[in-house]
């Protein structure tokens, strides 16, 4: 199932019981689940009616008890469970439970399980596929698949489109679908009172990401440059780069190291390809998950909880990453 499946089953007001969000795509991922605990919890309380739970430290126990436990003041329960393979040793006991937990859930109780890679031969996975819904979270690729994405975003937004925005958009960010949604939004603001998004909108407004030297920026972090990185990104700054836009790209570069790392591939030509996993190679595991975190604490700065400015805290993140 595709997420824009899901996303017609919901507004159809079918909810199965269990759903596997897998694919490497963070946006499309955390989209699903927005939907889902709209649609589960409704207006009931979530600190009665939601469990996350993650997959590193989570035994099978505990996710008995998460999903035998009856709702309060609401009609269902939304268990979370996020990379249930993490857990190393443990992972195993955990992927045993999952496979018999998700044919014998009651009624009341749904569960999301996230994750970025899966293995579509194990047993817990394909538990998905006989009694709920695994929703692939992969990115578009092509020309004509991000042009549709940005198309189906306008229509999420309430915009409407002139014949090849969607295409100029595309062509102008490339495969980052957190940074189009942004790009996309920065332009309607210029429509602002029309909901009409036109050509001289996005070329007033959205930068030609592929044009910059934002691979350029991502490259020398990910060699270890810190001297290389930081005009880079003095230079995406000047040229009127927003600082959320800059971190969306280097979140997404960062999963695509970890997922390398963890033996998988990425959808990209093969002379990129190899100079990721020479890229992953510097990092062990833990200290790719390390800088996601830091990625997202720098996010929430950005979001108003820090002192400082976005380009201070873009800088301190670079050199952190770069190091």
Same mark, same amino acid.
């Given at each position: ?36 605990? /709209? ?225 998988? /591939? ?42 400082? /400015? ?14």
């Amino acid at each position: 199932m595709k997420p824009e499946a899901l996303h017609a089953e919901l507004a159809k007001g079918r909810l199965r019981r269990a759903y596997l969000l897998a694919g490497p795509e963070a946006l499309l991922r955390d989209d699903a689940l927005a939907a889902l605990r /709209s649609v589960v919890l409704g207006s009931a309380p979530p600190e009665f009616n939601l469990d996350r739970l993650d997959g590193a430290s989570c035994a099978p126990a505990m996710l008995r008890d998460a999903v035998g436990m009856l709702p309060v003041l609401g009609t269902h329960r939304l268990v979370v469970l996020r990379e249930p393979e993490g857990g190393r040793g443990a992972a195993k006991a955990l992927a045993d439970a999952l496979a018999e937990i998700v044919g014998e859930l009651p009624e009341s109780v749904v569960l999301v399980v996230t994750a970025s890679k899966v293995d579509r031969r194990a047993r817990w996975v394909k538990a998905f596929s006989e009694h709920a819904a695994l929703v692939e979270c992969e990115a578009p690729s092509g020309a004509a698949a991000l042009a549709a994405f940005v198309t189906a975003e306008a229509a999420r937004q309430g915009l409407s489109l002139e014949a090849g925005v969607a295409e100029l958009i595309a062509e102008r960010v490339g495969p980052e679908l957190l940074v189009l949604r942004q790009e996309l939004s920065k332009a309607a603001l210029l429509a602002v009172p029309s909901t009409r998004v036109t050509r001289a909108h996005v070329e007033a407004t959205v930068i030609a990401l592929a044009e910059q030297p934002i691979w350029d920026l991502t490259d020398a972090i990910g060699e270890g440059r810190a001297r290389d990185a930081l005009p880079l990104l003095g230079r995406l700054l000047r040229s009127g780069a927003p600082a959320p836009v800059l971190l969306g790209t280097l979140a997404s570069h960062f999963r695509k190291l970890l997922r390398i790392r963890a033996g998988g /591939s990425v959808a990209a030509p093969p002379f990129v390809q190899r100079k990721l996993e020479r890229q992953s190679r510097r990092y062990a595991p833990a200290r790719l998950l390390a800088a996601l975190r830091a990625i997202h604490d720098a996010d929430l700065a950005l979001k108003g909880q820090g002192g400082a /400015s976005p380009e201070i805290t873009i800088e301190r993140l670079v050199l952190a990453l770069a190091a």
